[in-house]
C-alpha cells in the first residue's frame, strides 16, 4: 500500500487562512500528527486547525518536541516522532502533519523529513505551503514588504540583533523580517532608537491567534516578555 504524508502549512493562526489544498488533505487524513512543545501547552496547530477536524473519523496524534537549540535534546525528539510517525502511518493511506505559517520556513517538519526519510524511504512525502506569519502581520497592518526592485530578508532575530547588523542590512536590503524576536525584543528595539528606525517598523505578535498585538507605534512598546510568536518587520523602503 502506498502511503502519503503531507505537510500542511496552516497559516499563522487564523483558520480561514489554510489555502483550500490544505484543508482538503486534512479532511482526507486518516491520521493527524501536530507538534507540541513539551511545557504541555496544548498545540498550536492543532487549535488552529481544529475547525476542520472530524474526532470522530480521524485519529490525531501530538509529538513532544521541545523548544530549544540544545541538539542534544532535540535530534532524540524528532528522531522519537518519526518513530511514532511510522508506526501510526502503517496501514494507513493518508497522514497529515500540522505546522504554522509555513512548513519550510523554519519549521519543524524540515528535520523531521530527514529522520522520516531514515526510516521509511517508500513513504510519499508532499508539502503544501502556507501563509508566513510576516505575510500574515503586513497584510494586517497594511505595511508593504517590497516593491519592484527591492530586496526583501528574512532572519532569525535571536542572531541578529545588534545595531551595527541592522544596519548593514538595512543598507543592502529595503525590508528586514526579523523572525522568533521574543526575547530579542529589547535590543532590536534599542537598534531601531539608535538608526533612527523606530518609526519604519512594525511590531507583531500572536497573528491570527488570541491575545493578537499588531502595532506600528514601536515606541509605545514595552520590550520586555514578548512571546516567542512574535516578529519585527523594519522597512527602510516606501510606506503606506
Ligand atoms: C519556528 S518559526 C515558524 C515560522 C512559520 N513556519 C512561518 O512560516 O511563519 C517561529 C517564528 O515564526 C513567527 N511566527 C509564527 N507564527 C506567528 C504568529 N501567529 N504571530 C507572530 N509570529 C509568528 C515568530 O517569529 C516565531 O518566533
Avoid: C
Wanted: hydrophobic fraction near 50%; proline fraction near 6%.
Amino acid at each position: 500500500m502506498n502511503t502519503e504524508l503531507t505537510a500542511i502549512g496552516l497559516g499563522p493562526g487564523d483558520p480561514e487562512l489554510i489555502t483550500l489544498k490544505g484543508l482538503r488533505a486534512l479532511q482526507a487524513a486518516e491520521v493527524i500528527f501536530a507538534p507540541q512543545s513539551r511545557d504541555g501547552d496544548a498545540s498550536i496547530a492543532l487549535r488552529i486547525a481544529m475547525p476542520w477536524i472530524d474526532q470522530a473519523r480521524q485519529r490525531v496524534v501530538t509529538l513532544p518536541l521541545p523548544m530549544t537549540r540544545d541538539s542534544g535534546q532535540l535530534r532524540p525528539a524528532w528522531q522519537a516522532a518519526a518513530e511514532v510517525m511510522v508506526r501510526e502511518l502503517h496501514g494507513r493511506r493518508r497522514g497529515v502533519y500540522l505546522l504554522l505559517g509555513d512548513p519550510l520556513l523554519y519549521g519543524t517538519f524540515i528535520y523531521l523529513w530527514r529522520e522520516l526519510r531514515l526510516r521509511a524511504p517508500e513513504l510519499i512525502v508532499n508539502v503544501i505551503p502556507g501563509i508566513t506569519s510576516f505575510a500574515a502581520a503586513a497584510a494586517t497592518a497594511g505595511l508593504p514588504l517590497a516593491m519592484a526592485d527591492e530586496r526583501l530578508i528574512v532572519l532569525p532575530a535571536s542572531y541578529e540583533t545588534d545595531a551595527a547588523t541592522l544596519q548593514r542590512l538595512l543598507s543592502e536590503f529595503a525590508t528586514v523580517v526579523l523572525m522568533k524576536a521574543g526575547a530579542a525584543v529589547p535590543s532590536i528595539l534599542a537598534a531601531l532608537e539608535q538608526l533612527g528606525l523606530l518609526d519604519h517598523a512594525l511590531y507583531a505578535e500572536r497573528v491570527g491567534l488570541e491575545g493578537e498585538f499588531i502595532t506600528r507605534d514601536l515606541r509605545a512598546l514595552d520590550p520586555q516578555h514578548r512571546p516567542y510568536l512574535s516578529l519585527i518587520i523594519v522597512r527602510r523602503g516606501e510606506l503606506l
